[in-house]
């Protein structure tokens, strides 16, 4: 469960979007509720329900739609979709009330790898006036939906390098060669026998199946060492990482 509102901006210190990706569950008063913030399908599984619930004082106007997900050089890419459905497509709930949202697969799952979709939150102001159309305003959450292929069960496979880059820096990349996504939460990398991280990330990072992403790491102010070994120490939700990483060239 994830709570959405002004404490959630205040607690996370990023957008309402990231919150949604980062964190599994958040307890402390917010407006609105989301529960669950991550969908798992599959052919046996094709739909579940999405809790929304109203903690402010004032009746609030959602929008829900489903969109594709994939991914072209670390860009995220979304576009209207009718295979996968949500219901209701827009909803008033009241102050202290919750909401029921169904999704449901309405295609065949992929025979041998995962397929990955969103169900879009947004938040309407009040209509002003007859006639004009509502804009989004406050809660923007895109959860994650993940379906599980017909055979067997998708997995992502790790294939990661680093080299280094003039001005004291890293580029660290993740090549998913698996058929399922990977969420990097956050990353460190040390020179093998110091403690002491050489550089690191700690912003999510989702890398669909078959796609690459690079991060540029600053190093200062110490040098990246000019060749040797670095040791890469990541979690991710296929479980944590400890490996080590040849430095190539610039």
């Known amino acids: 469960m994830i709570a959405i509102g002004c404490a959630c901006r205040a607690a996370c210190g990023i957008t309402l979007y990231a919150c949604a990706l980062v964190l599994p569950a958040l307890a402390i008063a917010s407006d609105l509720l989301v529960d669950p913030v991550r969908i798992e399908l599959s052919p046996q599984h094709p739909s579940a329900a999405i809790h929304i619930r109203n903690n402010s004082n004032q009746p609030k106007t959602i929008k829900v739609q489903a969109v594709t997900w994939s991914q072209l050089d670390g860009k995220n890419i979304n576009e209207p979709t009718s295979d996968l459905v949500a219901s ?7 102050p202290g009330r919750s909401q029921i949202v169904r999704t449901a697969l309405r295609r065949a799952a992929d025979p041998e790898h995962e397929l990955a979709y969103r169900i879009q ?3 309407l102001q009040p209509q002003s006036a007859p006639g004009l159309t509502p804009q989004e305003v406050g809660l923007r959450v895109d959860l994650p939906v993940f379906v599980q292929p017909q055979q067997g069960i998708a997995r992502p496979q790790f294939a990661w390098t680093v080299s280094g880059v003039p001005g004291k820096r890293l ?3 993740l090549h998913n060669l698996g058929n399922a996504h990977v969420e990097v939460s956050d990353f460190s990398v040390y020179v093998p026998g110091i403690d002491k991280p050489l550089t690191g990330e700690f912003v999510s990072t989702w890398i669909l199946a078959g796609q690459t992403h690079s991060w540029l790491l600053d190093t200062d102010p110490v ?3 000019s060749g040797g070994r670095l040791r890469l120490s990541a979690y991710t939700d296929a479980g944590n990482i400890e490996t080590e990483l040849t430095l190539g060239p610039p």
Do not use: G, K, N, V
């Open 88 to 94: 209701p497509q827009a909803f008033s709930i009241a």
């Open 121 to 123: 939150l947004r938040e």
């Open 171 to 173: 580029q660290l990349t």
């Open 223 to 225: 040098d990246p060492p």
